[in-house]
């Protein structure tokens, strides 16, 4: 039995809409969901798991509509899925009321529910949010109501104020696979056996790395594998970017185009600049998110003093005589990194 896990989908987001590329993550989004459809009909997946957070808020009907056209494509493939904090039961929630594709099942309830696909010979478990938070670890200590079969539960949370999960209690849980929702970096808690898919797509800056779903076979043995395989449009990434300390302005951005085309210029950078600079030089890093899509530039510039400036200066001190103890010779990297952060401490034990 093939089946995908999905989560955090968040239809409807629009995330970094005070850049260029902006304008076109919605959509983005939208088209990374109907890929997954497509990647079930062509792997002939026979149970499709939605995590909950399928919408970013309170899902519209003609968005649903839109959904459940994509649902109906794939008629061989059983639809199970939960609603999250952000799209959480509310009084008129759409998810209520509107009537889904025949193979399309809701596990709408505030409860534990359980839907029962014997032609797969599975069953699968799971609630939803009826508010933006559950605080307790309703999942622990829960068992599966029918002990043969492949015995799965759709959860969602996973922190303090989004139902608390601890490894170590899900472990202990008799379900032969847990799809974990909620948390946006994919990860997986059991091998084969517990696994957040991450979200489809990253929502902000802080969902670094890759995104896309989990693929899994339950086999006739009673073993479960499971693959995490990429397929979002665009991640984010944090660069790094080592700046030399001669080095000029030009060599640095030259140095960034050349990471962010090897890395796909086609994702989101944080950048963090590294190196020494003079003590006082001017430091405009703005304009260096024209170079691509740079959304944070952070430095860890350390500042260079002329050192033998300062050790004249301060004749006659521990200052000069440390500086001194490294003049006229080629230092290597950890000289330098002695010299520098020496010379600060005492620089700094002089202002105090």
Not at 219 to 234: D, H, Q, S, T, V
Not at 300 to 310: D, H, I, M, S, T
Not at 326 to 348: C, D, H, P, S
Request: hydrophobic content about 35%; glycine content about 8%; overall charge negative.
């Amino acid at each position: 039995m093939k089946f995908i896990h999905i989560a955090d989908v968040h239809l409807g987001a629009s995330p970094d809409l005070e850049y260029p590329w902006g304008a076109d993550r919605k959509q983005e989004i939208w088209n990374t969901f109907g890929r997954v459809i497509e990647e079930t009909k062509r792997e002939k997946a026979d149970l499709l798991l939605i995590a909950g957070d399928l919408f970013h808020r309170q899902p519209l009907k003609k968005e649903l509509k839109e959904v459940n056209g994509l649902f109906r494509s794939i008629p061989d493939t059983k639809v199970v899925l939960i609603a999250g904090n952000h799209d959480f039961i509310q009084k008129n929630s759409n998810y209520r009321t509107f009537s889904w594709a025949s193979n399309v099942t809701g596990l709408w309830g505030r409860e534990m529910e359980m839907a029962e696909f014997p032609e797969i010979n599975t069953c699968v478990y799971g609630l939803s949010y009826w508010s933006r938070e559950i605080r307790e670890p309703v999942y622990e200590g829960i068992c599966p109501g029918k002990p043969a079969g492949f015995q799965i539960l759709l959860a969602h949370g996973g922190d303090e104020k989004h139902i608390p999960i601890r490894r170590e209690a899900l472990g202990r849980l008799e379900f032969d696979y847990i799809a974990l929702g909620h948390i946006h970096k994919p990860q997986v808690l059991i091998k084969d056996r517990a696994a957040y898919a991450g979200a489809l797509e990253p929502i902000d800056r802080n969902d670094t790395g890759p995104h896309g779903y989990i693929q899994g076979e339950y086999n006739e043995r009673g073993e479960c594998r499971i693959e995490f395989r990429p397929l979002a449009a665009r991640s984010y990434w944090d660069l790094e970017v080592s700046v030399p300390e001669n080095s000029t302005w030009f060599e640095l951005e030259d140095s960034i185009k050349k990471q962010i085309e090897a890395r796909g210029s086609q994702n989101i950078y944080r950048l963090t600049l590294d190196g020494i600079r003079e003590e006082g030089a001017a430091l405009g890093t703005e304009h260096l998110k024209t170079l691509g899509n740079i959304v944070e530039i952070r430095t860890k510039f350390r500042e260079e003093w002329g050192y033998a400036q300062l050790a004249k200066k301060y004749e006659g001190t521990f200052l000069s005589e440390y500086i001194r103890q490294f003049q006229g010779r080629e230092l290597n990297e950890t000289e330098k990194k002695a010299l520098y952060y020496g010379v600060k401490a005492l620089m700094e034990t002089r202002r105090e």
